[in-house]
């Protein structure tokens, strides 16, 4: 199989690239995972389903590490992902898009790294740009084209789930400078750099936090902000990886510090 440069890591509601595909199983050495390979003019496209085709993987569950090997042995360099989150911001209402631009880690138990010392030695990764700012421009230069609307950046909150955050975790949250919440992005962006992998997502907010406004969160209300975005969003990577970027407008690659 010839090398594949991008991959599409799809958050809930988004199973596909809505683009035809056939499926690949990797093995790795934490797991074998399945990944579709779709062509796209002229370019070989990895998709990914986070959960899994039928959302049976819980956040918590998730094999982060065996994803993001999967994708680096198919060759994948960049990555663009997507998120469903809830808004801790006022200014991010329900419905709107948002381009993540940094995280808050509060996970509990997940693995979080390749890097567990031994014959490796003592290894490090530069977070001072999470998700990479020249796929995130390039996204922003997409939405103008495709006229999405982009309500700002944001930065994230991941808790470990698969449980909502009470109010008062909200309210602390807010304190600390999130503007929206999920469930996932950690340790998969993480996990991306250490791999030299460029990596950008785009954040659905598919409800307020709790806590934002008056009564539950509702499961009907979320599936129907996915499916207002997620058609838009996948032809959006789509184009934008058809223009072949590469690597060299970033540090992504050159991210690990050995001591």
């Not at 990944?35 to 070989?44: K, L, P, R, T």
């Not at 995280?103 to 509990?108: A, E, S, V």
């Not at 503007?179 to 962006?189: A, I």
């Not at 959006?236 to 991210?255: E, G, R, T, V």
Request: proline fraction near 4%; glycine fraction near 10%; include cysteine.
């Amino acid at each position: 199989m010839k090398s594949i440069q991008y991959a599409i890591i799809g958050g809930t509601g988004v199973y596909d690239s809505g683009v035809a595909s056939d499926k690949v199983s990797v093995r790795t050495e934490f797991g074998e995972i399945e990944v579709d390979i779709a062509e796209f003019q002229g370019n070989s496209i990895a998709f990914l389903a986070r959960h899994g085709k039928q959302h049976g993987i819980p956040p918590h569950l998730i094999n982060y590490r065996a994803n993001l090997k999967a994708l680096q042995k198919l060759g994948v360099k960049q990555i663009f992902a997507t998120a469903a989150v809830g808004s801790l911001n006022p200014d991010f209402p329900t419905g709107s898009l948002v381009l993540l631009s940094d995280f808050l880690d509060m996970t509990k138990q997940r693995p979080l790294t390749f890097f567990e010392g031994g014959s490796d030695g003592a290894k490090h990764v530069n977070m001072d740009d999470p998700y990479c700012g020249n796929l995130r421009q390039k996204l922003g230069e997409a939405a103008i084209q495709h006229k999405v609307l982009f309500k700002g950046d944001a930065v994230y909150i991941c808790t470990e789930g698969p449980r909502f955050e009470t109010e008062a975790e909200i309210k602390m949250m807010r304190q600390w400078g999130a503007d929206v919440v999920g469930m996932t992005s950690v340790p998969e962006v993480v996990l991306a750099k250490e791999l030299g992998m460029c990596y950008a997502s785009v954040g659905f907010v598919v409800n307020m936090a709790t806590g934002m406004e008056s009564g539950p969160i509702q499961l009907a209300e979320i599936e129907e902000m996915l499916s207002l975005n997620k058609e838009i969003i996948n032809r959006m990577f789509l184009d934008i990886f058809s223009k072949q970027p590469d690597q060299q407008n970033c540090a992504c690659a050159d991210s690990i510090v050995c001591l």
